[in-house]
């Protein structure tokens, strides 16, 4: 591990057995922290973090909760604490998608990604809130940028992550007097495993070449931005969500075309105004 910036910090990171959440963990882990990891079904990625903390010489744990169970998830507050002696930091990370258009989304599969993306994170931070109290923490609340721009047949998913901005503005103002910082981050397009598996054809260089910045985000430029969020050097942000998109939701998806026009019509150098 190379830094000691959250030397002594306890983080939980919840959704982190693959993606963005693990590189989340082992950057806290890798700044001196300890580090709770979290898993819904499959332990293989997340016990590999914890080996990879341990291997440095870090103390870690992995639990499994299930996120559709509220029960499960004040478990896993519980268990968490008690393995690290209190709470420094809340990574609210885990999330589920679902792409189906409107007509088609049933009862269960909204009240699915609700519970998930949204009703478990709010009673896992209700549940940790005594420790956090206690350590004037940090929580950072996992959004998208689905939250700020539209994309067909993501009518649930989109709703979970607004509720999550809303969420972490309300919050924020309730706990800051009481010495709790809340935040979020709101990632674009980020390279990740999950996107291999469920796109046979998943290409992020192509991808990478319709963003402003060039390329498609890695885990780990969302991890760092986490791992800022939780030091000293962002005390005074409070309930802002950082959106790291590579430049996405600031696109004017009709520019290069206007461009071309206006300096035709008008020569280069003048672009009347909108």
């Known amino acids: ?126 549940a940790v809130l005594p420790s956090l109290l206690e350590s004037k923490g940090v929580v950072i609340n996992l959004t998208s940028v689905h939250a700020f721009s539209g994309s067909p047949e993501h009518s649930v998913y989109a709703g979970t992550k607004g509720a999550i901005v809303a969420f972490t503005r309300e919050l924020s103002i309730e706990l800051a007097p009481r010495g709790i910082r809340v935040n979020a981050i709101a990632p674009g397009a980020v390279a990740v495993e999950n996107h291999f598996k469920a796109i046979s054809d998943y290409d992020p260089e192509a991808n990478g070449r319709l963003i402003p910045c060039g390329f498609q985000g890695e885990a780990l430029d969302i991890a760092k931005v986490a791992v800022f969020l939780a030091s000293e050097g962002a005390r005074y942000i409070v309930g802002q969500t950082l959106i790291a998109d590579g430049g996405t939701t600031s696109w004017m998806s009709f520019h290069d075309g206007f461009r071309q026009s206006s300096t035709a019509r008008f020569g280069r150098g003048y672009v009347p105004g909108l």
């Open 1 to 126: 591990m190379s830094n000691n910036g959250m030397k002594g910090k306890r983080v939980l990171v919840t959704g982190s057995g693959t993606g963005i959440g693990r590189e989340i963990g082992l950057e806290f882990a890798r700044e001196g922290a300890s580090v709770v990891f979290h898993y819904a079904h499959s332990e293989d990625g997340a016990a590999s973090a914890v080996k990879e903390v341990h291997q440095a010489d870090g103390k870690s744990a992995v639990f499994k909760a299930d996120f559709n169970d509220v029960d499960s998830v004040k478990s896993l507050a519980e268990r968490s604490i008690e393995f690290l002696g209190g709470l420094d930091v809340l990574v609210n990370n885990a999330g589920i998608t679902m792409n189906l258009p409107f007509e088609k989304v049933t009862p269960e599969q909204f009240d699915t990604l609700y519970n998930v993306n949204i009703r478990s994170m709010f009673f896992l931070t209700q």
